[in-house]
């Protein structure tokens, strides 16, 4: 039997399967990366919308992923932040809320829409 070129063989089907996990553990890591930007985006959004600050829509999006959409929304004393986007695998959404209460005198807002 000969047994020539099994090592090749054997080495390139190593290397695809390499290849294959790396590029698993890329988009993994890509996808809590922008997890982790959608909650700070959040967070910072409904801190800042509870101050009456009028720029909190557009800080929000400044830290949020490329291409994800920023709402407030207004009840009561309190204001909610929600920041949704697409994550890098197909189906994959990726989405933080957050909750702050109005500080005295902030004035409330209109809900805020994504940006045009």
């Known amino acids: 039997m000969n047994d020539r070129g099994a090592v090749t ?3 390139a ?18 996808a809590a990366i922008n997890q982790i930007r959608c909650v700070d985006a959040a967070r910072e959004a409904a801190r800042l919308a509870a101050r009456g600050d009028p720029d909190a829509h557009a800080a929000a999006a400044e830290l949020a992923p490329s291409g994800a959409t920023v709402r407030l929304s207004y009840a009561g004393d309190t204001v909610d932040a929600h920041v949704e986007s697409t994550g890098p ?6 989405v933080a809320d957050a909750r702050a209460v109005l500080e005295p005198g ?5 809900t805020d829409a994504a940006p045009p």
């Open 9 to 11: 063989v054997e080495a």
């Open 13 to 30: 089907v190593a290397v695809v399967g390499l290849v294959v996990v790396l590029g698993f553990v890329l988009l993994g890591g890509s």
């Open 89 to 94: 695998l197909p189906g994959l959404t990726l």
């Open 106 to 110: 902030a004035r409330q807002r209109e």
